[in-house]
Structures are given as C-alpha cells and as structure tokens.
C-alpha cells in the first residue's frame, strides 16, 4: 500500500531523512517512532505530497506520489499533529467542503457525517463555527473529515494528541476497522505504550536514518518497546 524506497530530504546541507526504506502493507498499522527532530514529521509530508524530496521514490497502492500526485491523493487521508482547519466555517460545512473535494455522495456523507459525529459525541458542535472549538474537538473534526473518502492510505503524525481517552480509545478501534476492511495505516507517535499495543509493525528512526524496523514482537522482544526506545536512542547519541 505504501512504499518508501531510499527517500532523502535535505535542508540546506543537512539530511533531514536519509536514504529510508519502509514497506506498508495491506491490513497493517504501522508506527513511526523517534524524537522530535527525527525526521517522522518530513517524511509523513513527503509520503502525502506536501512536501517535495531530493532522492527516492514513494508509492501508494503502485503509484508515484510525483507522478501520479491527485490519483495517489484520492486514496489517502493526512491527519496532521495539529489540525489546520477553516475556523470561520462551521464544523459540518468543513465536512461538506471535504466531502465535495472527494466526491462524497450526498447520501453517503450524511451517513458518515452522523455516524462519526455521534461517535465522537461532537453532533451538538457541528452547527458552531469551528474557531469556538477546543484542540481536542478540532482534532476530532479532522479525524472525521479524513474518513469520510474512506481512505486505502490513512496517515497521521502525533493523532492521540489532544484527545481525551474515550476518543483516543474511539481512535484505536476505528484504525483497526480501517485495516481489517484492507486499508492501511502510517502514524508517528510519542505515546509508546499505545503502538506497543496496537501497531502490527514499528520502525525507529533516529536522525534521519532506519535504525530498527519489523514486526512489533520482532522488535521489543522479551522487554517493551519504551526500554528498547530508550536503549537505541542512548547509542551513539
């Protein structure tokens, strides 16, 4: 589903990400995890076509993200850490400028705007202007608008930010559904606990580089996946 082949982004003369190699494959939630500075944030960017590369090649479902940028766009949903909405719009006319993006049919986005909106218990909120919302609500209008195209490619940096824990727990289940219906799923994280739990894969990258990557078992092992975060990172620090 995503294919990231030796992709290197610089800025000015250094390696924001170095030559990474990441294999994203139908029905897996894959985590992302590093430091700040790590170079997770750039390449969620470059993977959703936000932001250009130097070396490399990214593909989503067989497509070139340069190549083919609005087909690969079609099939995916970019939830980003801290979600930049148009605040002076209200929540469900957000919804249904995305909806429109996509080509959501009328019938259709209704039913998810309602089954999502009750979900999250944000169905008394949509008729507000979004610049009245809190960060946890804002977020939760982002996660909603990403699943309305009903996405092949969900990808998000730092997603359990701002939420409260029954939407974080809403959150978890619906990234399962996602990838037991064939989809797949991208995300960083700082919560480990959280991928420990719920990630099929986890790579670890430390200054632009794969230092560790597989299944989770394949990676903590007999310990957890914080003491294994932990020891790579104090090496060669």
């Known amino acids: 589903m995503l294919e990231i082949r030796n992709l290197t982004k610089m800025y000015g003369s250094k ?19 590093g430091h700040n500075g790590a170079g997770k944030t ?24 340069k190549e083919k940028p609005l087909e690969c766009k079609r099939i995916l ?3 980003p850490d801290n979600p930049d909405l148009y605040e002076f719009l209200s929540g469900v006319k957000y919804l249904n400028f995305i909806a429109d993006v996509y080509g959501v049919s009328t019938q259709v986005r209704n039913e998810k705007i309602k089954e999502y909106a009750d979900l999250f218990e944000l169905t008394k909120d949509l008729a507000q ?6 960060h946890g609500m804002k977020q939760k209008l982002a996660i909603i608008s990403a699943l309305l195209h009903s996405p092949k490619l969900l990808v998000m940096d ?15 289940q619906l990234m399962r559904k ?3 219906e064939g989809g797949a799923i991208f995300f960083s994280t700082h919560v480990l606990e959280v991928a420990e739990k719920l990630c099929d894969k986890v790579a670890i990258i430390k200054k632009g ?15 957890s996946l914080e003491d294994v975060f932990l020891e790579l990172e104090g ?3």
């Open 15 to 33: 390696k924001a990400v170095d030559h990474l190699s990441l294999s994203i494959q139908p029905g897996e939630i894959y985590g992302f995890i």
């Open 42 to 65: 750039t390449t969620i960017k470059a993977c959703c076509g936000i932001m250009d590369f130097d070396e490399g090649e990214i593909r989503i479902n067989g497509m070139s993200v």
């Open 77 to 79: 949903a970019y939830i």
């Open 129 to 134: 202007p979004i610049s009245a919302y809190s």
């Open 158 to 172: 730092e997603p359990f930010v701002g939420l409260d824990p029954k939407a974080a727990h809403i959150v978890k």
């Open 178 to 180: 996602l990838c037991d």
């Open 209 to 223: 580089q794969l230092i560790m990557e597989g299944t989770m078992e394949e990676v903590k092992g007999n310990t």
């Open 235 to 237: 090496e060669n620090a």
